[in-house]
């Protein structure tokens, strides 16, 4: 498995303009979460989905962030407007539960998703 | 409410010494803990993690870690520090009672000196 995959590595934007960012998590995880990793903060879960439903969002900072899963290999995390305080590594991590499944209860991240603000 | 400290911000070891970056939790339950290591401009990479059984888990590049119920704690130890080594560390909770979120420790700098 090529692990998780998440697009683009890299994105600069301007203040007020909308961002997506992509996930694809590992084949058969049930779970996946959305971090996002700030000097100040360190990493904040932001929400997480179980079999593609949104469990919790507390972490969500603002209505300005959306995040959804289509299916069981997409998710998008979505700011619009962006502002310059979102700029952050906003990392993708899957997990499955099953019992007969290797690495269960395991979290595996992606490689992140730089995102700049100006 | 489940937590995470990690009390150093950075660990300073010559190479070729033991290592130890410190981690105690917090849960209500049985814990499940886990330690990340994080590459600059990397994600998160799994290292090893208790979940039950023997306190003492083997992990990748040589790391291990002793689970301490006493003493709430789950150090990341490895008896000979490599230069490569040099990295961010993350100690991480989940209460194996249900609660579905892992709680991340704010991380450790390791600097592994020539």
């Known amino acids: 498995d090529a692990g998780v995959i998440q697009s683009p590595r890299h994105e600069v934007t301007e203040m007020g303009q909308e961002v997506t960012l992509r996930c694809k998590p590992i084949?058969?995880?049930?779970?996946l979460f959305w971090y996002r990793q700030t000097m100040m903060r360190g990493l904040e879960l932001l929400i997480y989905f179980n079999n593609n439903v949104p469990i919790d969002d507390s972490g969500m900072p603002e209505d300005r962030f959306s995040a959804k899963m289509p299916n069981a290999s997409f998710s998008t995390l979505k700011i619009q407007p962006s502002e310059p305080r979102d700029s952050a590594v906003y990392f993708c991590?899957?997990?499955?539960?099953?019992?007969?499944?290797?690495?269960?209860?395991?979290?595996?991240f992606g490689p992140g998703t730089r995102l700049t603000v100006l | 409410a489940q937590s995470v400290a990690q009390p150093e911000d950075q660990v300073n070891v010559a190479e070729g010494n033991p290592l130890t970056v410190k981690c105690t939790y917090s849960?209500?339950?049985?814990?499940?803990l886990f330690w990340y290591v994080q590459y600059p401009n990397r994600g998160l990479q799994f290292l090893l993690k208790y979940i039950t059984g023997d306190n003492l888990v083997k992990g990748s590049y040589g790391f291990e870690a002793e689970f301490n119920k006493s003493q709430t704690s789950f150090h990341l130890k490895k008896p000979s520090a490599l230069v490569s080594d040099s990295a961010l560390y993350f100690c991480a909770v989940r209460d194996l009672g249900g609660y579905q979120k892992v709680t991340f420790g704010i991380g450790t700098k390791l600097q592994v000196i020539p």
């Open positions: 084949s058969g995880h049930d779970y």
């Open positions: 849960v209500s339950g049985n814990p499940y």
């Open positions: 991590a899957s997990r499955t539960e099953t019992r007969l499944a290797g690495g269960r209860h395991t979290q595996y």
